[in-house]
């Protein structure tokens, strides 16, 4: 049986990280997915699973008491993404995204098998 790939959707809009998860979990060959809306959830939910990827809205501050040194120590797969263009250059994702981007991204990382 396939190692499920675990997720972490950090959003502060619980609809739009909602929607998230039930498409990962929908259409993504043995994905199971979380939500965090602030960084204290993150926090909780970095201390009670160990996730494969997070997927993260800028305006939440994974940076704050150093989450990200946190995630890299983990060795996990940051994306983030923003309703805003912040540059054309940026590596942002630009939020909405839809099922077949999602799916995409999922299948073109490196996670478990």
């Known amino acids: 049986m396939k190692t499920p790939v675990s997720i972490l ?3 502060t809009n619980r ?3 909602k929607s998230v998860k039930d498409v990962l979990e929908n259409n993504v060959i043995n994905a199971k997915a979380h939500v965090a809306t602030n960084v204290w959830e993150v ?3 970095l201390g009670e699973n160990t996730y494969d990827l997070v997927l993260a809205d800028l305006s939440v501050a994974l ?3 150093d989450i990200l040194d946190e995630l890299k120590k983990k060795d996990v797969t940051v ?3 923003s309703a805003i263009q912040i540059s054309e ?3 942002l994702w630009r939020k909405p ?4 981007q999602l799916k995409d991204l999922v299948s073109s990382l490196p996670l478990p098998s």
């Open 79 to 81: 994306i983030q993404w």
């Open 89 to 91: 250059s940026s590596k």
């Open 15 to 17: 609809v739009f990280a």
């Open 9 to 11: 959707i950090v959003d």
């Open 97 to 100: 995204v839809t099922t077949t």
């Open 43 to 45: 926090k909780r939910r």
């Open 63 to 65: 940076d704050s008491d």
